[in-house]
C-alpha cells in the first residue's frame, strides 16, 4: 500500500474508524491517523468515530473531539477502517457502508484478506498502530501523533512484553519517544493504574478462578450481578485476562463476562502451545494467537466446555511433539 496521503488523492470527506468496544491499541492508531490527516489536510472534513474510550486515554490529543454516533445522512470521500474487519466496525458501519472508498488498515491473523477496497493487512505486526505509522510521512510526525501511537503499541504488546514485539517494534518505539513525551507517566497511567475498583473486581476473578487440565488452562468469570454490585463495566475488566495467564503452569487462561441471560464475552490468552484465534474462530471470533476473543450463547459452564474440547486438543497434539 501506499502512504497514506498517495492513497487518498484529492478527497475532501475523511472518515476514520475503529472496532466496538476499543482498546488501546484500537484508540491509539485511530486518533493517530486522526490527527495527522487533520494536520496534513487542513482544507478537507476529517472526522474520527469511535464509542467513547476509556477516561485513561484522555491525554491524547483530540480525544473530545471524537463522534460516538454516524448520522444516517452523513457521506465520506474514504472511510478509513482500523484495526478490525468490517464485521466489528461500531458506530461508523453506516459511514463504511456509504463510503466511496475504503481503507482497511488491520493485523489480525483473523481479517487476512481486509475488507476495504484497499487493504494493508499485516499479522506479523505488532499493533495496527505500528501499521499507522509505518503509512505516515515520518518528517510529518508530531508529538502528539506520536504519542498516540505510542499508546496503541505499548497496549498491545504489553509494554513490549508479549511475544508480538519484534525488533522493529522496539526501533518504532525508539523513535517515537523521541519526540519528547513523558513515555514513563504515559506507560503508568494508560497501562498500569487501576482504580479501587478495578482492583476489587480483579482481585474477585481472582479469587473465584478455576484451574483445570492439571493446571494447565485456568478460567474465571463475572456475571452481570457481581458488575453492577462493584459498579464497573466492560472497561473495568480490561487486563483480568493477561493477569490470570501469568499464573506459573497456565497455558491458557479464559475470562468471561455476562452480556446478557445466557450471553457471554469471551476472552483468551496464551503463552505457547494454545492458538487462541483459532480456538476463537470455532464461534465466530478471532484475534491473533496468543490474544483472542469471541461471544457465546450459554451457560456459564456450556461454554467452558465448549472451550475446552478445542484446548485441550491444541494442548494434546503439542505434548504429542515434546
Do not use: W
Request: net charge negative; glycine share 10%.
Amino acid at each position: 500500500m501506499k502512504k497514506i496521503l498517495e492513497e487518498l488523492g484529492n478527497r475532501d470527506r475523511i472518515a476514520v474508524c475503529g472496532h466496538e468496544r476499543p482498546d488501546g491499541d484500537c484508540v491509539g492508531s485511530c486518533m493517530g491517523m486522526y490527527l495527522y490527516l487533520k494536520k496534513m489536510l487542513p482544507e478537507a472534513v476529517v472526522d474520527v468515530y469511535l464509542e467513547q474510550p476509556a477516561d485513561i486515554f484522555d491525554c491524547i490529543d483530540g480525544i473530545r473531539e471524537i463522534r460516538t454516533e454516524c448520522e444516517g445522512n452523513a457521506r465520506y470521500d474514504v472511510c478509513i477502517v482500523i484495526d478490525t474487519s468490517c464485521e466489528r466496525i461500531g458506530v461508523a458501519k453506516p459511514c463504511f457502508e456509504t463510503a466511496a472508498k475504503t481503507i482497511n488498515i488491520d493485523h489480525h491473523i483473523s481479517n487476512a484478506a481486509g475488507c476495504g477496497t484497499v487493504n494493508y493487512i499485516d499479522p506479523k505486526a505488532s499493533s495496527a498502530s505500528e501499521l499507522v505509522y509505518e503509512l505516515l510521512d515520518g518528517e510529518a510526525i508530531d508529538e502528539p501523533i506520536a504519542k498516540a501511537i505510542y499508546i496503541g503499541i505499548i497496549h498491545d504488546t504489553g509494554v513490549f512484553k508479549y511475544s508480538n514485539t519484534t525488533p522493529h517494534t522496539m526501533e518504532i518505539a525508539g523513535k517515537l519517544i523521541g519526540y519528547g513525551f513523558d513515555f514513563t507517566k504515559l506507560i503508568d497511567e494508560t497501562f498500569y493504574e487501576k482504580t479501587y475498583l478495578q482492583n476489587q473486581i480483579l482481585g474477585r476473578a481472582l479469587l473465584e478462578s478455576v484451574m483445570f487440565m492439571d493446571g494447565r488452562c485456568i478460567v474465571s468469570g463475572v456475571d452481570r450481578k457481581t458488575m453492577d454490585f462493584y459498579n464497573v463495566g466492560p472497561a473495568d475488566l480490561e487486563g483480568i485476562v493477561s493477569q490470570l495467564r501469568t499464573i506459573r503452569g497456565v497455558e491458557c487462561a479464559i475470562f468471561m463476562y455476562q452480556t446478557g441471560p445466557q450471553e457471554y464475552k469471551v476472552s483468551l490468552r496464551s503463552s505457547e502451545k494454545v492458538d487462541v484465534a483459532a480456538v476463537a474462530s470455532f464461534f465466530g471470533g478471532g484475534g491473533h494467537m496468543r490474544a483472542a476473543g469471541c461471544r457465546m450463547r450459554g451457560t456459564y459452564h456450556d461454554c467452558i466446555n465448549n472451550l475446552s474440547l478445542y484446548i485441550e486438543r491444541q494442548l494434546q497434539s503439542a505434548s504429542k511433539t515434546e
